[in-house]
């Protein structure tokens, strides 16, 4: 009966702090709303001059940031983050000035708030076109990088819209440090800080208050790992943007060109391996396969990177390692590559579809009438000839900057840039017209 | 006892019931994302063979498609639909011609699957672009006019996408027989008649299924009363394009020309009273009040309008009605209007901020910097500058088709035409491109 009295009161405990957490999260999202507006009526120059601000104040604080990043450092290595989380972790001077850099580099990007497209005159009289407008308020959930803290708020700020930011517990103190170098430069400048909110409770129902907010907040961003964004779609009330795996492919057709095919198969792999345009597994046309995995499978191993193989790859090459049915799926992030041999393109486009991810896939041909099946017939986000998927990139596609790769369809596929980040309206511009 | 075993006994068979609902609908999304892979690969001239088929076909089996409709308008008058709705629900050989004409419109209209946007050179010597590509099955789900059956289904084919129709069992006959004629011209055109599915049973449960469907049906497009779309937003795990309320203004500016504030603020009233984009509030500068109201008043009387305004209106026209606060957000969908007097553009933007709801809203002016002001901070999905509110319309607009009018900022805002049933990959062509 005690035990029964003392569950109660924990529940009621849990239930009270929850209850906290909600409201709290709810306050800075109304906080952000109220700012949203005023910004999206803001001026282009009064927009990139809070990110020159922004910049320099990040570097200006620069020995503050670094003293917060310490206790979080500390506190991952006494809690046991591994190496390449605590240098996910890590604010160098240098990174700080990358996070300076990027601010500034968004000043000399085109404003996408107000551009007008398309306007013409209608056969009724009026002209028509579209404006593009910011979203709102964008929620971003992320993990360790404590860059993107800096990253997200410059590309909301100069994309019209206001953020609601919601870091890793691991990077608290350094997001926090971050945000307030922010806070103080929008103030300074003249916009409203509520611009950019962070969420400084590391507790984890605020991830689950903030994605059910549908009326305060109009599209959330996650970053981070599988756990996180499927959490994320779980919870959300909100649309998300997703960003799921990148289970890339790169296919060499028999007619490829040997050169660019080794050239592209092996940068796509070796370039990076933890990113999600990597490739994760290779097919070749049974026709080339032989020369293409003579040049490919020594240059592999000599980078270090482990060869999976199907049936017909270890009958060429018997010590390449066994590939199953978990690898065809695989998203490795590490030097480990999945190779199949394939009876021609239909075969290559039927693994694709049944295993990929939608995320970046290559052919290598020469043949123009493949190479157009291909680009048409493929349906992932990004779909390349010729070239390495490292490729599919905000910065390399000319967006200049990057919130994100979605792997969704509706509203914005493939890298996230400013655009990314608006919507359109229609506008309509008459002399006295009236429907007849 | 018996009454509780009883009980039991229905929860089991309310529950067989649910569960065979939910595997028909899932079996006949499943048949059409079958069907949307070869659609999307299906050539231009294909889907337009279709389309003029589709339209043969239903003037063919006009009697059919009338004997049928007789059987759901006998079940409507027996059921007590007014007239109204019974209107709506009629079929007549005009309709069904109006019907046959939508479709062979749609054959004119440029084929939006594959068309390449921006294709540039990247200072990294790649070529990127973007593709246009269906989004793949699209759940719609509808209320009485049965000719959304076939407008509907010739836009999803139009765009390359397959389509699930779960339309009004009111119209249950209409639309099977309207379905049966469209699944029958797929297969004389050699495209598979899987693309177009009609949920055929009544039971609401359906609409729940189909809603819930993520990862076999792309986005839901749901069209009719508010009941209905809040439902399927309750439920979807899909996304949704909404087609929320029309709580549209028309705010008369003091430097507003008189003659076309007149002719716009009397269109956009009473041009038709039944749609989304008619004029349900009418915000007047109260400098020009008295003279746009003297020449309004009579006009709007004489139409039979009914006027409910504000105080300050009633000192002008004692003979005014009282609007009260819940008049502001009102969407009459009737000839009652909403009239109210501002001191300034300001108070007219918070006005409508307030309790518009972000569909379509006009200001009259002569005034450049008001024009501007306004077109670039109101957020609806359509701001006009001295033109009726009934110009918000994808034909208007030139879409050359609608499917919906999205008040959504995600995706697709304001008439849903072609473009808004399809999504954009990245294309990126090399030559052997890697990454440095």
């Known amino acids: 009966m005690e035990a029964m009295q003392q569950a109660g009161v924990e529940d009621h405990r849990a239930h009270a702090v929850t209850e906290t957490v909600e409201s709290l999260v709810k306050s800075l999202a109304l906080r952000a709303r109220m700012a949203a507006r005023a910004l999206a009526r803001s001026e282009t120059a009064a927009r990139n001059h809070a990110l020159a601000v922004m910049a320099n104040t990040l570097l200006a604080r620069s020995r503050e940031l670094e003293a917060a990043n310490a206790r979080d450092m500390d506190a991952g290595a006494a809690g046991g983050l ?26 000399a990007l085109p404003d996408p708030v107000g551009a007008i497209d398309g306007l013409a005159y209608r056969p009724s009289g009026i002209q028509v076109g579209r404006m593009r407008v910011p979203l709102g308020v964008i929620g971003m959930i992320y993990e360790s990088r404590p860059n993107v803290t800096a990253d997200a708020a410059g590309l909301c700020l100069k994309s019209g ?26 103030r300074d400048a003249g916009l409203p800080e509520d611009a950019v909110m962070l969420v400084e409770t590391t507790d984890r129902a605020a991830v689950s208050a903030l994605v059910q907010l549908a009326g305060l907040v109009d599209v959330i961003i996650p970053r981070g790992g599988r756990g996180l964004i499927e959490r994320v779609i779980h919870d959300a009330r909100v649309p998300v943007i997703r960003h ?18 080794e050239a592209i198969a092996f940068n796509a792999k070796t370039h990076r391996y933890g990113v999600c345009n990597a490739m994760e597994t290779l097919l070749l046309a049974s026709a080339i396969a032989p020369a293409a995995l003579a040049r490919l499978v020594p240059r592999y191993r000599a980078a270090g990177v482990e060869l999976r193989g199907c049936a017909r790859t270890r009958d060429l090459h018997a010590d390449v390692g066994v590939a199953d049915e978990a690898d065809w799926s695989a998203e490795y992030l590490a030097p480990i590559l999945a190779l199949r041999i394939v009876d021609d393109l239909e075969a290559a486009m ?16 020469e043949d123009i009438g493949r190479a157009r099946r291909f680009l048409r017939e493929v349906d992932s986000s990004s ?3 010729n070239a390495s998927s490292r490729f599919a990139d905000g910065f390399e596609y000319g967006l200049g900057a990057e919130i994100g790769i979605s792997t969704d369809k509706l509203h914005v596929r493939g890298p996230v840039g400013l655009e990314g980040l608006t919507s359109s309206k229609w506008i309509v511009i008459g002399d006295g017209h009236v429907r007849g």
Chains 1, 2 share one sequence.
């Open 244 to 261: 799921l795996d990148g289970v890339c492919h790169v296919y060499i057709d028999d007619r490829a060109d040997l050169d660019k095919a």
């Open 161 to 186: 819209n206001a953020v609601v930011l919601r870091g890793g517990s691991e990077a608290i103190h350094s997001n926090t440090a971050i945000a307030a170098c922010i806070r103080e430069a929008l």
């Open 350 to 365: 039927a693994h694709i579809e049944r295993y990929g991810s939608g995320h970046t896939d290559v052919i290598v041909t």
């Open 82 to 107: 591994d190496d390449a989380l605590l240098d996910r972790l890590l604010l160098t001077p240098a990174r700080i000035e990358a996070m300076a850099r990027g601010l500034r580099d968004l000043v």
């Open 383 to 385: 779909v390349l000839l």
